[in-house]
């Protein structure tokens, strides 16, 4: 397979280069035509807040007094392994957005799964989603 067919045509970058936020951009951009508008508008405020909770998350152990974005220099493979404290502890607690009604937090769960999925099956990660049963 040549370089070109690796390339995606949003970001420019073989797979192999591109960062979180790369792929954020990518998974918004794929399902923009394909979603209705209020189920886009949650992917997306999904994705800010998702990116946000990684940045907090990497910058757990940062002494500096500056932490910094790392969606925009790490690899996507370890995203799906913050599904559980993205729900749990970041958005659960909080009220980001107005999400706080039960439905749009099942929604939620749904675009998690479809987000992990799709890393999956788009070669970003090794990293299965398991569902509790």
């Not at 690796?6 to 979180?20: A, D, E, G, H, Y």
């Not at 954020?24 to 508008?41: D, G, V």
Request: contains cysteine.
């Amino acid at each position: 397979m040549n370089n070109l067919a690796l390339q995606n045509p949003v970001t420019n970058k073989p797979k192999s280069q591109r960062c979180c936020d790369d792929v954020f951009y990518e998974y918004l951009f794929t399902f923009k035509n394909k979603a209705n508008q209020k189920y886009f508008s949650l992917m997306l405020k999904f994705i800010l807040l998702f990116r946000e909770c990684f940045d907090i998350s990497k910058n757990k152990n940062n002494k500096d007094e500056n932490k910094k974005a790392v969606t925009n220099s790490l690899p996507p493979e370890e995203l799906p392994d913050l599904c559980n404290e993205f729900y749990g502890e970041f958005l659960e607690p909080n009220n980001f957005f107005g999400i706080e009604d039960s439905q749009e937090k099942d929604e939620i769960i749904e675009i998690i799964q479809h987000f992990s999925i799709w890393l999956f099956k788009n070669e970003y990660t090794k990293s299965k989603l398991s569902m509790a049963s």
